[in-house]
């Protein structure tokens, strides 16, 4: 099964991440985050099947997320609002995302993703 690997390609995490895909044989297609948004009906199936909170889905650390000030405003809207909201720019969702059949993992926690991909 080939993985959706959801990039930003001079994102450092989301290097280690590819280099961890490599090193242990998964095929994924990968996916530039800012010139190939994730639309909001993807990111609402993705939070669905993860089982996330919907705030791992943002890159809080992120300079746009700051901008916005999305700390305080989060709290206030709803989910199809913050499906929306992540849609609209590439950077402001976490970082990487890898879709693998009912599998969703945002950013890259090696741990997380060997529990995840390789104990199943």
């Keep these: ?3 959706l ?3 930003y390609p001079s994102c450092s995490t989301c290097q280690k991440a590819r ?4 090193a242990h044989e998964i095929s994924y297609e990968s996916r530039h985050i800012k010139d190939q948004r994730p639309t909001a009906e993807e990111l609402a199936a993705w939070h669905k099947k993860s089982g ?28 199809e609002e913050k499906y929306a909201l992540l849609a ?21 926690r090696e741990a997380e ?3 995840a991909l390789l104990h199943e």
């Design 5 to 7: 690997f959801v990039e």
């Design 19 to 22: 280099r961890w895909l490599d």
């Design 52 to 79: 996330l909170d919907i705030k791992k889905f943002f890159n809080t650390s992120g300079m746009r997320y700051k901008e916005l000030q999305l700390k305080d405003k989060l709290p206030d809207m709803t989910l």
């Design 1 to 3: 099964m080939k993985a």
């Design 113 to 115: 993703w060997e529990k």
């Design 88 to 108: 609209t720019d590439g950077m402001l969702v976490k970082r990487p995302v890898l879709v693998m059949g009912e599998t969703v993992l945002t950013g890259f």
